[in-house]
């Protein structure tokens, strides 16, 4: 046995031990957990807090800005419920005007118009400080909701000591090809196997941007934190979600996951704008674990496990693949071991899921070990390597904010009709659909407006 093959063998062998201790703990804790939505107790619109919703979107597609905003309109919610569509200098404005016109009849309703692209968090925090409801939740332009997702979050968060709560997520377009019934696989166990057992203790690591619903108290305590995060000296415009749930952690509130609050995305149907997706949240990934590290002592320790599965799993699996190619390039001999364990690992979990979901498809998510092992893998190691790189890459790169980094602002508001309204700091939002056109600055303690 040469150097490459024991070196192959120790990190595939490891690897399996820590994905068996991960992988166990992890389906106990997320079959045992009490992940129910409601909570006893009166449930009277007199008593269901407010809902703020806030849609950031950037040359969205009407088609699915239209089915978003109408599942938004749809909600079967008893308190009061306002909407916030904030359109972060979009090219396509006049595509989806008509679909901004429909909607603007409702006076739940208000459009934010930025005149240039700012990028996603700035475009949620012109939205959060002009907004005054108890709670907000942030959903992606591309999400549908079912009628109960407002419902089943805001009684859910009715417990005080709860900062942010995600629902589960699936693929709206799913059987449109290969990949898209990989990637709703994929997103299912990331919630009902990695959230559900996180939320057991409290502690989901990451309430996903599609679907996620915050305190407004919290969020306030946070959002200067929010908008100036900085990695190595440059402000950071991507992971908002991993970046906020951490936050709430920080402050020492809990996070939640509700399974049965359903949120429809649209994910990537082509394998290219997959990998760049993958390899914007790899980066963010990598960026907030840092942070969640403070957090571990305080946590319970499966989630140092879990940190350490997610992180160090991938690096071993990557070692012994890299020495077990080479061992086969060089000597011609293949590394059955190898081979065998990570077939072995990969059957194991997708049997377990296709158990868990009582659906056969899972089994098919075996073809995702092939993607994993030499296209994620690779891009992991390079996203470790570019850490500074703050693109979308799936979208232009937000403007820079001028004066005062992003902290001044002024905004002029004029109504969908021919009357025009004036907005101060302190005025309550408009019960009218606004357009808000000139956006300058965001002032630590809310929108201002001007003529």
């Known amino acids: 046995m040469n150097l490459l093959d024991a070196t192959s063998i120790g990190a595939v062998s490891i690897y399996a031990l820590l994905s068996t201790a991960y992988k166990g703990m992890q389906t106990v804790y997320a079959s045992s957990a009490d992940l129910s939505s409601t909570s006893d107790g009166p449930t009277s619109s007199q008593l269901l807090p407010s809902v703020d919703v806030i849609i950031p979107c950037y040359n969205e597609d009407p088609d699915t800005l239209s089915a978003c905003l109408a599942s938004i309109a749809d909600q079967n919610y008893g308190g009061k419920l306002r909407v916030y569509v904030v359109d972060d200098g979009s090219a396509n404005r006049v595509a989806v005007g008509p679909v901004h016109n429909i909607h603007a009849r409702d006076p739940r309703f208000n459009f934010i118009l930025l005149p240039r692209n700012v990028g996603k968090r700035k475009a949620q925090i012109a939205a959060i400080r002009r907004s005054s409801g108890d709670l907000v939740l942030n959903v992606d332009s591309d999400t549908t909701l079912a009628s ?7 009684l859910k968060m009715r417990d005080p000591q709860i900062g942010a709560a995600m629902g589960q997520l699936i693929a709206s377009n799913r059987n449109e090809n290969w990949l898209t019934r990989l990637i709703d696989m994929e997103y299912w166990l990331a919630c009902n196997e990695e959230r559900a057992a996180q939320a057991r203790f409290g502690a989901v690591m990451c309430c996903c941007g599609p679907c996620a619903m915050y305190r407004r108290s919290a969020l306030l305590m946070v ?3 929010y908008e100036t995060q900085l990695f190595r000296g440059k402000l950071s415009d991507f992971g908002e979600d991993r970046h906020l749930t951490i936050l709430m952690l920080k402050a020492g509130l809990r ?5 049965d609050a359903i949120a ?3 994910v990537p149907d ?3 704008p997959y990998l760049r997706q993958q390899l914007r949240w790899a980066r963010s990934t990598f960026r907030d674990t840092l942070l969640s590290l403070r957090l571990l002592p305080s946590l319970d320790r499966y989630l140092t496990l ?3 599965g997610q992180n160090v799993g991938p690096l071993l699996l990557a070692v012994s693949v890299v020495t ?3 061992h086969l390039a060089l000597t011609d001999e293949v590394p059955w071991w190898t081979g065998i364990m990570i077939a072995a690992m990969t059957l ?6 296709a158990f868990r979901a009582r659906e056969l498809r899972f089994l098919g998510f075996c073809l995702h070990t092939p993607i994993n092992l030499f296209l994620l893998l690779p891009l992991k190691a390079y996203a470790l390597c570019t850490l500074s790189n703050s693109d979308w890459l799936s979208r232009n790169s937000a403007a820079t904010v001028p004066s005062g980094g992003g902290k001044d602002v002024s905004i002029r508001t004029a109504s969908v009709g021919s009357r025009t309204a004036d907005a101060s700091e302190d005025a309550a939002p408009s019960h009218r659909p606004t357009l808000l056109r000139d956006f300058s600055t965001v002032t630590s303690s809310g929108i201002g407006a001007q003529e």
């Open 324 to 326: 077990g190619i080479a």
């Open 255 to 259: 996070t939640e996951y509700i399974p």
């Open 306 to 308: 879990d940190v350490v």
């Open 148 to 154: 109960d997702v407002v419902t089943k979050l805001a």
């Open 270 to 272: 082509r394998l290219r």
């Open 264 to 266: 429809a995305t649209v």
């Open 223 to 225: 959002l200067d934190q």
């Open 348 to 353: 194991i979990r997708c049997s377990v899921a």
